[in-house]
Every structure is written in structure tokens, then in C-alpha cells.
């Protein structure tokens, strides 16, 4: 995968119901965890070196975005001298859902060894853009988002924009935010200005993703790319925004931005391998449990403990079974905190939203947390729920 060619042999379909990065700035997997920040800088959380022998090169990218219910996804070769150039369509023929995931194995145009690659995330009416490629595709949102400030002439942008793109253009399973229209509530002043005509929802906006640094794609790691945050603009705000976005987010400030972490491969066959990757701004340290629904009283399974931007355990945990896991009987994923059940999900939507129809044992899967606080409802036309996405870490 040193240089691969054939744009269309990517896997456009999502795999099922499932940051601000501005371009160029670079996500690096070479230990097992690294996130992009707020505003789009990639830090590495440290964690142990990942010294499993290479496999098959394979990328993972979900849809992480708390106040959008879809996107449309594209990606951006991002060259040795920054210089970002959006590539073709948008990766999948439909939207890709809140919590929903795609899976990548080549890219037309990108040689891995020397180039980076940025996803980049478009939401809203997304009709707008149907047929478009990536490049108009853009360009429609950067002139939608310009518009509704209130610049027809398209120079500037809207509130949020500066997670924009660097070079090509300046710029769940619980419910999902809706898009569109002139507004949502508490959506007064969201576009910063002391005085005027009332904020205007854009019809659509585009946010740039932390960027793939170059040599990450080939490295023989199965990784796994969680866009999370909020992408912002006029009237994506309320009183418990920072709740839902993160810290520090205002409908100026947004915080979409992604984690970016190398999944371990280790298996047994008589088990099911099983890791979590904790992709929310708005939590803390969380742990996830296996529990039979009520009025059963049994303890169920403790899956890990995760911290965000961590991928735990490391490597991954081969210490159950399938029936121990009770994904096949009616159990349900928790997230908890202090011994707190903060949200639960059934084992059967949590792999549906990845695509998967069971686990099996011999094969390696992680769950994936994102979205606001755990123990927040979704908020029709502004915030998506908690979600959890079961993948496969070795994809068919």
C-alpha cells in the first residue's frame, strides 16, 4: 500500500447505522492512541508502544459529529508542502449517519509515503450538493456559510468557520440533531454581533478534519479515524453546549476535530477479542460493562476502564467468550461512571450501527464511545445522543 491507485475500489458503502482540524495539521499513529485537539492540533496520549507484527494496511473512519445528523465525507491530499487538494466525490453514495462508519484501503492519486490525508466534513442540506464533487461540494458550503452572515459576496465566513481548510479553500443510536431552517432555540446572539438581524442557520457548512500524516496509511495497522466535537456556525448553540461539544466551544469556537488510534489484532479462537476507544470531548474517564437487562440482578462482564482519546485495553482483551458477553441474549453495552449507569445501548443496535450483524469468536472488534455527556438526551434540530459503534478490526 506504499501507492495505491484505484479510487474506486475504496469501500464507499457505510458499514452500517453506525475537530476542528484546520488542513495540514497532522494526526500521527504511531503509538497506539493520538487525538486532534480542540481547533484541529494533533497531540499524541502517549500509551504503549504498538510492537504487534504488521498486517494488512486498513482505515476505519466514524462519524463522530455531535451537531449534525449526517455528513456528506471527503478527503484532501495534503503534500509534502501543505498544499491541500480536495479529491473526487464524497466517499459514500448516501450520507454517512451520525455514529455510521466507512472503511478505506486505497486512495487514487495519494502516495502514503509522502502525502498526508485530510478528511473533511460537510453537513446540512445536503441535497444542496448532490451530483457535486468534492471541490464544488465545498465551494457551496464555504459560500452557503458566507451567505447566511450576511456576505453575499462569499468573502469571509460565518460563525465557526475557522475550522476551515487550510489550502484548498479558507475556510445514534439516541437521536440525532436535525439541519436546516432558519434556526434552532436559544439560537439568539449565536453569531456574535451586538446588534442586527437575528442569526440564520447556513444551509450547509464544511469543516476540515485533522490531516493523516504522511507514512500513517501504510504502516500495516489496522487504525480506526473518530471525527467527534461540534462543527458550529450561527444558532448551534444553548446553555448546555459545552456539555454536548465539549469545553471551550462556543458556535465561533467550534471543537470538531477526530482521534486517531491503531487497533491491536490480537485474537484467540475461542474467545472474542474486544477493545473500547473513548472518542468524547465531553466525558471523563468512563467504564464499560456487559449487563443483563432488568429484572435481572447477575453483574454481567466489566469490558475496560477509558480515558478519552485512549484505546484500552493494550493489548486486546481476549478474556471472554461470546456467551460470557451475552451479546446474543438481549444484553446491553453500559457506560458508567463511579458504578453509575450513565447510558446503555442493546448489544444488538450497537453492532448494527457498525454494520455487524454478531460477534464471533476468533475475530478482534472495538467499541467506540463518543458524543456529549453520557446522561444527556439528544436535542431535536441541535445535539446528537451518546452513541456506541461496535467495528470489526479486521473489516471484510
Known amino acids: 500500500m506504499a501507492c495505491v491507485t484505484n479510487h474506486e475500489a475504496l469501500e464507499k458503502k457505510p458499514a452500517g447505522r453506525g475537530g476542528s482540524g484546520s488542513g495540514g495539521t497532522f494526526a500521527s499513529a504511531g ?93 446540512g442540506e445536503l441535497e444542496l450538493i448532490r451530483g457535486l464533487d468534492c471541490v464544488a461540494a465545498i465551494d457551496r458550503a464555504h459560500a452557503e456559510e458566507a451567505r447566511s452572515a450576511g456576505n453575499p459576496s462569499g468573502e469571509g465566513g460565518a460563525g465557526g468557520d475557522s475550522g ?25 446572539g449565536s453569531a456574535g454581533a451586538a446588534a442586527g438581524p437575528p442569526a440564520v442557520r447556513s444551509a450547509l457548512r464544511a469543516r476540515g478534519l485533522p490531516a493523516i500524516g504522511a507514512a500513517t496509511l ?8 473518530v471525527a467527534n466535537g461540534c462543527m458550529g456556525g450561527a444558532t448551534y448553540t444553548g446553555p448546555a453546549a459545552t456539555q454536548y461539544c465539549g469545553a471551550d466551544y462556543s458556535a465561533r ?59 484500552a485495553p493494550r493489548p486486546a482483551s481476549i478474556s471472554n467468550t461470546v456467551t460470557d458477553l451475552g451479546s446474543a441474549r438481549k444484553y446491553l453495552v453500559t457506560v458508567e461512571s463511579d458504578g453509575n449507569v450513565l447510558f446503555d445501548v442493546a448489544w444488538s443496535s450497537t453492532l448494527a450501527q457498525g454494520g455487524l450483524s454478531e460477534l464471533k469468536s476468533g475475530q478482534g472488534y ?6 456529549p455527556r453520557a446522561d444527556l438526551p439528544a436535542v431535536p434540530n441541535l445535539w446528537n445522543a451518546p452513541t456506541l459503534t461496535a467495528i470489526a478490526v479486521d473489516p471484510e
Do not use: M, W
Open 253 to 311: 469556537e467550534p471543537t470538531v476535530s477526530a482521534i486517531l488510534v491503531s487497533l491491536s489484532r490480537q485474537v484467540s479462537d475461542d474467545h472474542v477479542a474486544l477493545q473500547a476507544v473513548h472518542a468524547s470531548l465531553a466525558n471523563g474517564q468512563v467504564e464499560l460493562h456487559s449487563r443483563p437487562p432488568f429484572p435481572s440482578k447477575a453483574t454481567g462482564i466489566g469490558i475496560t476502564s477509558v480515558v478519552f482519546g485512549q484505546v
Open 164 to 188: 476551515g481548510l487550510s489550502a484548498a479553500s479558507d475556510a445514534g443510536s439516541g437521536g440525532s440533531a436535525g439541519e436546516g431552517g432558519s434556526g434552532a432555540g436559544d439560537s439568539a
Open 218 to 225: 501504510n504502516a500495516g495497522r489496522s487504525l480506526v479515524f
Open 366 to 371: 472495538a467499541l467506540i464511545f463518543n458524543g
Open 31 to 123: 503509538a497506539p492512541s493520538n487525538r486532534g485537539g480542540s481547533g484541529g492540533e494533533a497531540a499524541s496520549s502517549g500509551g504503549h508502544a504498538d510492537d504487534e507484527p504488521p498486517g494488512e494496511s486498513v482505515l476505519t473512519i466514524v462519524n463522530g459529529v455531535v451537531d449534525a445528523p449526517r455528513i456528506a465525507l471527503c478527503l484532501a491530499k495534503v503534500d509534502a508542502d501543505g498544499n491541500v487538494t480536495p479529491l473526487g466525490s464524497p466517499l459514500t453514495d448516501a450520507p454517512l449517519e451520525y455514529g455510521q462508519s466507512v472503511v478505506l484501503r486505497e486512495v487514487d492519486g495519494v502516495n502514503f509515503d509522502t502525502d498526508g490525508l485530510e478528511p473533511i466534513a460537510i453537513a
